[in-house]
């Protein structure tokens, strides 16, 4: 980034963007945001207002709250190698899985709760919890700041993508951090341990043990 020298400007009202610039002697207060275009020439852009909804997307984080949203349906052990590494970086992190009503899951809400739990325990800074409804209704109502996605390789990429823009179009506050887990789990899901499971076949080392367990129990 180029350094911006000589002056400085202030912006004479956040409100009508189209007012005159003013220079000033040293010190003043600098309420405008400065970025260079493309074609290289200094743009000058009113700084958010004070309290407004952009400023205070823009605030430093602290005491960074994160929501790890998902179906967990079971909890493999790419989830559990995301949440170690969002353990580590997060003052808190919330374990969520959403109660949709359209999708027939194996297991219930209780169970994936209990497993979750479980294999949570060696973080205390986890925490396991259920939503229904907009992902970012929820994080408003837990006062959430980011949210923690997985991206395992290009073809996650694109839908999470999607999904991140429009929960930043939705709530411009919380910001969606994404991680990648171990590569050795880079092709593992919920979706085809299932499969596996029910049709016989080894899930050692996908799930942990808690979960290899309740899976057999199920389909056997
Ligand atoms: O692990 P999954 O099943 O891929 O998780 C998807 C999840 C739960 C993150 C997503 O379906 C979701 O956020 N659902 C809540 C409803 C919502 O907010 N939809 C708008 C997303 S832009």
Same mark, same amino acid.
Not at 114 to 134: A, K
């Given at each position: 980034?180029?350094?911006?020298?000589?002056?400085? &400007?202030?912006?004479?009202?956040?409100?009508? *963007?189209? #007012?005159? &610039?003013?220079?000033?002697?040293?010190? =003043?207060?600098? =309420?405008?945001?400065?970025?260079?275009?493309?074609?290289? +020439?200094? %743009? @000058?852009?009113?700084?958010?207002?004070? $309290?407004?909804?952009?400023? %205070?997307? /823009?605030?430093?984080?602290?005491?960074?709250?994160?929501?790890?949203?998902?179906?967990? /349906?079971? !909890?493999?052990?790419?989830?559990?190698?995301?949440?170690?590494? +969002?353990?580590?970086?997060? /003052?808190?992190?919330?374990?969520?899985?959403?109660?949709?009503?359209?999708?027939?899951?194996?297991?219930?809400?209780?169970?994936?709760?209990?497993?979750?739990?479980?294999?949570?325990?060696?973080?205390?800074?986890?925490?396991?919890?259920?939503?229904? $409804? #907009?992902? !970012?209704?929820?994080?408003?109502?837990?006062?959430?700041?980011?949210?923690?996605?997985?991206?395992?390789?290009?073809?996650?990429?694109?839908?999470?993508? %999607?999904?991140?823009?429009?929960?930043?179009?939705?709530? *411009?506050?919380?910001?969606? !951090?994404?991680?990648? *887990?171990? !590569?050795?789990?880079?092709?593992?899901?919920?979706?085809?341990?299932?499969?596996?499971? %029910?049709?016989?076949?080894? &899930?050692? +080392?996908? @799930?942990?043990?808690?979960?290899?367990?309740?899976?057999?129990?199920? &389909?056997?």
């Amino acid at each position: 980034m180029r350094p911006l020298v000589g002056f400085l &400007i202030e912006y004479s009202s956040a409100k009508k *963007p189209s #007012l005159e &610039i003013r220079s000033r002697q040293f010190p =003043c207060v600098i =309420c405008a945001n400065f970025r260079y275009n493309h074609s290289g +020439g200094l %743009q @000058v852009e009113p700084a958010p207002e004070f $309290g407004s909804e952009q400023a %205070q997307a /823009d605030e430093t984080m602290k005491n960074v709250l994160a929501i790890y949203p998902g179906s967990f /349906d079971p !909890v493999t052990n790419g989830h559990l190698d995301l949440i170690e590494r +969002g353990a580590k970086i997060f /003052d808190r992190l919330v374990v969520s899985i959403l109660r949709n009503f359209e999708k027939d899951p194996l297991f219930t809400i209780d169970e994936r709760v209990e497993m979750l739990r479980e294999v949570t325990r060696p973080w205390d800074n986890v925490e396991i919890d259920v939503f229904s $409804g #907009l992902l !970012v209704e929820y994080a408003r109502l837990r006062e959430a700041n980011v949210l923690l996605r997985g991206i395992r390789a290009v073809s996650d990429y694109e839908y999470e993508l %999607q999904m991140a823009m429009m929960n930043r179009k939705l709530n *411009p506050k919380v910001e969606t !951090v994404f991680m990648l *887990p171990a !590569v050795s789990y880079s092709y593992l899901s919920s979706r085809l341990v299932r499969e596996i499971a %029910q049709l016989g076949g080894p &899930i050692t +080392g996908l @799930v942990p043990p808690v979960v290899e367990e309740r899976l057999r129990a199920k &389909i056997l």
